[in-house]
């Protein structure tokens, strides 16, 4: 049984299947035939007659009309007013399922039978002739002989009064009979007219100039749409060949090559000779005849072909392959037209009188031999890390090459200064620092402060109020937080390429850093500042500063025997998702500031998805409201981690600082902070109601900071937000 | 024939001082009304729980077993078990006829809120643990840890539950629906509850204020302010019939304001510390108060239960 399931698959099932039995049900009794019932589509029921009461039942209970049957209610008569004849016609009770496409008496538009031709037409009854070969039922036209209708067709009425006769074609009358069937000579199937016999020839030995002939009456092409699955030019068996035990042709050709059916269809000489009427054996062997050798038609096959394309044709002496001029030779008496072509003419074709122009195929291109069908990627190289002569090559090689190390692999890994030299834009005339933005005096103060107070060594170790000047104390700063000289004494002469490369992100920014090794191998003090790029912002170039020099520290190159032994990571860690309610809180200042105002109710509600624990549902007495659901609590999802928004409460309870001056600045870092993050692959999104908020919290502004990795490690060792010298100046 | 209708009594007050009972446990932390009001229960500093009789004001009965003070305490509501909390971070399901523990769970400190077959315990890392009082298990069924800061109040309505957040924040569970309601109040919750109809919420929050929220909508449907609730933790209730509003306050005095004007109605002096704890009895007109080491009772005719308390 299991096989028998499996191969169940395997096959195409028809119907609506039993029901499968329950062994426990019991059996259910079959609905006896009185209760089985039939309804048409509109619901009625229909009763089932026995086979020969007939069909449906008419009318209502097999009554017509009504529960009584016939009321003949409008049936009265008397003697000074008779009963009106009533005119009844069959489709008076009808009703419309009758009178339907299905029923007794469809309605369509049909010729009615004044137009319909009926009358005989010898060139109908001689396509009808030539189709009835075809048909599967030899003769089937022989019905439609016998009855012969009285009347012919208004049609044939009206051409008869125009003068036309049986026989005759319709048209203007010609001088001669110009198709001789002799004299001109058809390539070409063209349907010869029937009427067309060699007798015919002799009578036209006389013909008056001044007689003008009707025209030749034309079969009409036959436009039988093919039925069947069979192919082109398909002819079953001829019942009439095979099985009525003519004497003449023994052997049956199903193959005929030299298409002898045209001969027959077109009605040439050699047409059977036999006797019409009805003389088959099968109705016995009469007493006047003598015919009775052969009583019981046999049929052999050996009268058939069994193999395609029979015996050779001609006197075997080439076969098949017989060259043409032989063929030609032979077939000189037949029609020359045929020889020539040795397979079957299909019915209503014509061989074509001039052959197929020969289209030019072109052969694709010869491929190479070592030619591999996968195309290989040549990796983009940048200019700074090679030699220069292997640059020069590879520029001259292709054209892909990276040009000036800035590869751009992507605009959003280009910085604003890589920007602006694409768009071909001037660099900014304006404020490169805060400091430029603040009154002189302001800025003298900040000066003395910055001098008079040291500065801090842990970036948060509280809000300093010291301010560097511009350029000068930014270096200053830097100078006193990162010995060079220890910097430069743990490079020492290194020899070979440099492994450790930590921008690889940021080509230019690699190169930058590769131009502040060279710098500091060939110990130049002013390493620092000559590598980096001057269009940079003051912010961008602090922060790169930093960064130069914490990778300088940190990627010292090992010894080389212990390098060898290490292999780099790939790729840094690339968990940058922490799981975060998936429904976030809306923003807290809108809600303040909604308490304020003391409208509490939308603005101050969030509602989320909450999945309580199934058996708190069951103690509580209430349905779990979430079924299937295997979470409980809050929903939660993954969210990137250095998004700002994450960390939006971290920063909490910080304030803002409220004076003007702190408020500019950090507009202003804010904003190159943004430059900046824009640059950057970690950064996510730039909040983009930022200008709403104008910058009041000062914890959005922390979220800038935190959106490198390394801040990110710092912040997870104790909320200290600093990578930017500067900014923890501010605080 | 039809008799008149009597006539609508104005809703009484509290007013009357009908006992003070000297609880002799230390401070007494919380006092509580049980489920029909009969009886009382007062959680002292000096670890020990006391159940008195109500209408009496005689002990019946001291269960001791935490660790620390006690801080909150409820009763089942077929009166067969008291749960409480301590700060000892513990709390204990105490059998009410035996005075034995049944259960004891060792959670976070903070306070306890029993019903039936579970029970909920607030605690001070700002969870919510709700516990199977059936089962033997020792986890909690269910840790609500939305909150971002301790929980100080908890209450449970047919199917809903009801926190209120020292981040000030008033959560709303509700289990039927599988939604949690956050109302942002932004000052610091000491208590919540709901009203009888079930259909309000009352915040008492350390900006001095009470709001009377709907509970669908989180409009804010009164506001009543006069009392002193600025360090301490302190309890509101409504009134038997929501017909007033109820909190303690920092000044001894406890406010009773009108619910539908929000126009004070009475300022009940207590005494002349801080007004710890009150619970106001769930049918008749009686409040509790609890203010050091003792718990008075106070109902809306004194005369009449002082005399037949007396004979």
Redesign the interface.
């Known amino acids: 049984m299991a096989s028998d399931n499996d191969s169940d698959e395997d096959f195409v099932t028809y119907g609506t299947p039993l029901e499968p039995l329950e062994e426990d049900e019991p059996l259910r009794k079959p609905v006896p035939l009185h209760e089985q019932t039939v309804k048409d589509e509109k619901g009625r029921f229909q009763r089932f007659h026995g086979a020969f009461t007939g069909g449906f039942s008419a009318g209502y209970f097999n009554t017509v009309g009504s529960k009584e049957g016939w009321t003949p209610s409008s049936f009265v008569s008397s003697r000074q007013q008779k009963a009106e004849k009533q005119h009844a016609r069959p489709e008076d009770f009808m009703d419309e399922e009758d009178l339907s496409e299905h029923g007794i008496a469809p309605r369509e538009i049909t010729t009615s039978k004044e137009f319909s031709s009926s009358r005989r037409d010898l060139a109908r009854e001689k396509a009808q002739a030539i189709s009835a070969l075809s048909a599967p039922i030899p003769g089937d036209t022989l019905l439609e002989e016998l009855i012969a209708p009285a009347r012919s067709s208004i049609g044939v009425e009206l051409l008869r009064r125009m003068g036309w006769k049986e026989g005759q074609g319709v048209g203007p009358r010609v001088k001669r009979r110009t198709n001789r069937q002799k004299t001109a000579r058809v390539y070409g199937c063209a349907p010869r007219p029937a009427g067309s016999e060699d007798s015919e020839d002799s009578d036209e030995e006389f013909a008056p100039e001044n007689v003008t002939f009707a025209p030749k009456d034309v079969t009409p092409m036959d436009f039988s749409p093919k039925v069947g699955v069979q192919g082109l030019g398909y002819r079953g068996l001829d019942p009439g060949l095979a099985l009525v035990g003519r004497s003449a042709p023994k052997h049956i050709d199903l193959f005929n090559l030299q298409s002898d059916r045209n001969s027959q269809l077109f009605g040439d000489k050699q047409q059977h000779t036999h006797r019409g009427g009805v003389a088959g054996q099968a109705f016995g062997v009469g007493a006047l005849e003598d015919d009775d050798e052969d009583i019981y038609q046999r049929d052999a096959l050996s009268n058939y072909d069994t193999v395609l394309g029979g015996e050779e044709p001609g006197d075997g002496l080439y076969g098949w392959t017989a060259p043409q001029q032989y063929t030609k030779k032979k077939a000189l008496h037949r029609v020359t037209f045929y020889s020539v072509y040795l397979g079957k003419i299909l019915e209503g074709f014509t061989l074509a009188s001039k052959s197929a122009e020969e289209k030019t195929i072109f052969p694709p291109p010869s491929l190479p031999r070592d030619y591999r069908p996968v195309h290989y990627f040549r990796p983009v190289v940048d200019v700074s890390s090679v030699s220069p002569a292997l640059a020069d090559a590879l520029r001259a090689s292709r054209g892909q090459l990276v040009q000036g190390g800035d590869q751009s692999g992507g605009r959003h890994q280009l910085d604003s200064s890589q920007r602006r030299a694409l768009l071909g834009e001037t660099a900014l005339q304006g404020h490169s620092s805060v400091m430029d933005l603040l009154r002189s005096e302001d800025r003298e103060r900040l000066v003395n402060l910055c001098k008079s107070s040291n500065l801090p060594s842990s970036p948060v170790s509280g809000p300093h109020t010291t301010l560097p000047s511009p350029g000068a104390l930014a270096k200053s700063s830097l100078s006193s937080r990162f010995q060079p000289k220890e910097v430069l004494a743990s490079w020492p002469d290194i020899q070979g390429s440099q492994t450790f490369r930590p921008f690889e992100e940021n080509p230019s920014k690699q190169a930058r850093y590769d131009l502040y090794l060279r710098r500091l191998k060939q110990g130049d003090k002013d390493a620092l500042e000559a590598s980096l790029d001057p269009n940079m912002t003051e912010w961008e170039k602090s922060r790169e500063r930093e960064e130069f020099v914490r990778a300088s520290i940190l990627y010292r190159p090992s010894s080389s025997s212990l390098a060898s032994r290490f292999t780099r990571g790939k790729h840094q860690e690339d968990d940058n998702t922490v799981e975060v309610?998936q429904d976030q809180?809306a923003d807290?200042d809108d809600?303040?500031a909604?308490?304020?105002m003391?409208m509490?109710?939308?603005l101050?509600?969030?509602?989320?998805?909450?999945?309580?624990?199934k058996?708190?549902?069951k103690?509580?007495n209430?349905?779990d409201?979430?079924p299937g659901s295997s979470t409980?609590?809050?929903l939660k999802v993954k969210r990137d981690k250095f998004s700002v928004f994450n960390f939006l409460?971290v920063a909490g309870n910080l304030e803002t600082p409220g004076t003007p001056f702190c408020r500019a600045a950090i507009i202003h870092l804010l904003f190159s902070a943004a430059r900046r993050c824009c640059c950057t692959r970690h950064m996510i999104t730039f909040p983009p109601n930022l200008h709403i908020v104008e910058f009041q919290n000062l914890k959005i502004f922390l979220e800038f900071c935190v959106h490198k990795k390394e801040s990110i490690r710092k912040s997870k060792q104790g909320m200290r937000f600093g990578i930017l010298p500067q900014i923890y100046l501010f605080f | 024939m039809a008799f008149p209708l009597p006539k609508p009594q104005a809703p009484q007050l509290p007013q009357h001082l009908l006992r003070t009972i000297d609880c002799q446990q230390g401070a007494v932390r919380a006092v509580r009304f049980n489920a029909d009001g009969n009886y009382l229960l007062s959680c002292g500093s000096d670890k020990s729980l006391k159940l008195w009789s109500a209408s009496r004001g005689t002990p019946l009965k001291t269960y001791s077993g935490h660790g620390y003070e006690v801080l909150d305490a409820d009763g089942s509501y077929d009166n067969s078990q008291i749960c409480s909390c301590s700060s000892d971070k513990t709390v204990i399901l105490w059998d009410v006829a035996t005075g034995q523990v049944s259960r004891k769970l060792r959670g976070h400190a903070g306070v306890s809120c029993a019903v039936d077959?579970?029970l909920l315990h607030r605690s001070i890392d700002g969870t919510v643990r709700?516990w199977?009082t059936r089962s033997r298990r020792f986890e909690p069924?269910?840790?609500?840890?939305?909150a971002?800061d301790s929980i100080s109040s908890v209450k449970v309505a047919?199917?809903e539950l009801l926190t209120g957040s020292v981040d000030g924040r008033l959560r709303r569970?509700?289990?039927?629906?599988?939604?949690?309601?956050?109302?942002?109040?932004?000052s610091p919750i000491t208590c919540v509850c709901f009203s009888q109809d079930g259909q309000c919420t009352l915040t008492s929050t350390l900006d001095s204020t009470v709001?009377l929220?709907d509970k669908s909508?989180?409009?804010?449907l009164g506001?009543y302010t006069g009392h002193k609730m600025k360090g301490y933790k302190l309890d509101c209730c409504l009134s038997g019939k929501d017909t007033h509003v109820l909190s303690c306050s920092e000044d001894g005095h406890v406010y009773c304001w009108d619910l539908v004007e929000g126009s004070l109605s009475l300022k009940l002096p207590v005494g002349k510390a801080v007004v710890q704890s009150l619970s106001f009895h769930p049918t008749e007109t009686r409040l509790l108060t609890a203010m050091e080491g003792r718990v008075q009772v106070w109902g809306a005719e004194p005369e009449e239960t002082e005399e037949a308390m007396a004979t």
């Open positions: 309610s809180e807290v809600k303040q909604a308490v304020t003391k509490f109710g939308k101050t509600r969030d509602s989320f998805q909450w999945h309580p624990d058996l708190l549902c103690r509580f209430v349905p409201p979430y409980v609590g809050l409460t | 077959d579970f709700c199977d069924i269910q840790v609500l840890d939305e971002r047919q199917h569970y509700d289990l039927r629906m599988g939604q949690l309601y956050v109302d942002f109040i932004n709001r929220l909508t989180g409009e804010m506001e």
